[in-house]
T-cell receptor, first 113, second 116 residues
Framework: DAGVTQSPTHLIKTRGQQVTLRCSPK?????VSWYQQALGQGPQFIFQ???????QRGNFPDRFSGHQFPNYSSELNVNALLLGDSALYLC????????????FGDGTRLSIL | AQSVTQLGSHVSVSEGALVLLRCNYS??????LFWYVQYPNQGLQLLLK??????LVKGINGFEAEFKKSETSFHLTKPSAHMSDAAEYFC??????????????FGQGTILTVHP
């Protein structure tokens, strides 16, 4: 049973560019959440998708957007990249009910030059 | 609003010694609480969760945690440390109900070092 898979594993971009990160949830999960983990910090919640809709959003600017597809996979898009966007981006999947644990992928390491 | 404080950004123990990682939380509604472990260059792996059943929760790899409402704490323990336990540990909280939809709020993490 495959867990949460993310692609690519590493990415290097320059300031001002745009990037798309991808996530396939664990089999049977219908909810996808995205987190940003800066070096030496705990993960910060970006947003959560359920039934192809953004259900909740953290304190991130509109440059961060996402999408969920009918098969529950998800994309995270970041426009106008800034140096401060350099981080590990983690995708987590879960069943869409409270208290269900989120299962994380290994993340995409994004470096901005 | 919910928040998590992990006391001690670094904890060092000898192999075979007790491991104690501290976590205090703040939540306006009854919380769900989780401990995750992160090995270098990997994502987060769930160790255990508290979801309002038994206050003493047993997890994987010999870890356990006790929910103490009066102290708003959820400390992680393991009786005997192993070298393979060296990693970074994160405590996280989500709110039971409301509009949080299971959003996780994490602490800053505690790096556990195990000496031979």
């Amino acid at each position: 049973d495959a867990g949460v898979t993310q692609s690519p594993t590493h990415l290097i971009k320059t300031r001002g560019q745009q990037v798309t990160l991808r996530c396939s949830p664990k089999s049977g999960h219908d909810t996808v959440s995205w987190y940003q983990q800066a070096l030496g910090q705990g993960p910060q919640f970006i947003f959560q998708y359920y039934e192809e809709e953004e259900r909740q959003r953290g304190n991130f600017p509109d440059r961060f957007s996402g999408h969920q597809f009918p098969n529950y996979s998800s994309e995270l898009n970041v426009n106008a990249l800034l140096l401060g966007d350099s981080a590990l981006y983690l995708c987590a999947s879960s069943l869409g009910t409270w208290g269900q644990p989120q299962h994380f992928g290994d993340g995409t390491r994004l470096s901005i030059l | 609003a919910q928040s998590v404080t992990q006391l001690g950004s670094h904890v060092s123990v000898s192999e075979g010694a007790l491991v104690l990682l501290r976590c205090n939380y703040s939540s306006s509604v009854p919380p769900y609480l989780f401990w995750y472990v992160q090995y270098p260059n990997q994502g987060l792996q769930l160790l255990l969760k508290y979801t309002s059943a038994a206050t003493l929760v047993k997890g994987i790899n010999g870890f356990e945690a006790e929910f103490k409402k009066s102290e708003t704490s959820f400390h992680l323990t393991k009786p005997s440390a192993h070298m393979s336990d060296a990693a970074e540990y994160f405590c996280a909280v989500s709110e039971a109900g409301g509009t949080s939809y299971g959003k996780l709020t994490f602490g800053q993490g505690t790096i556990l070092t195990v000496h031979p």
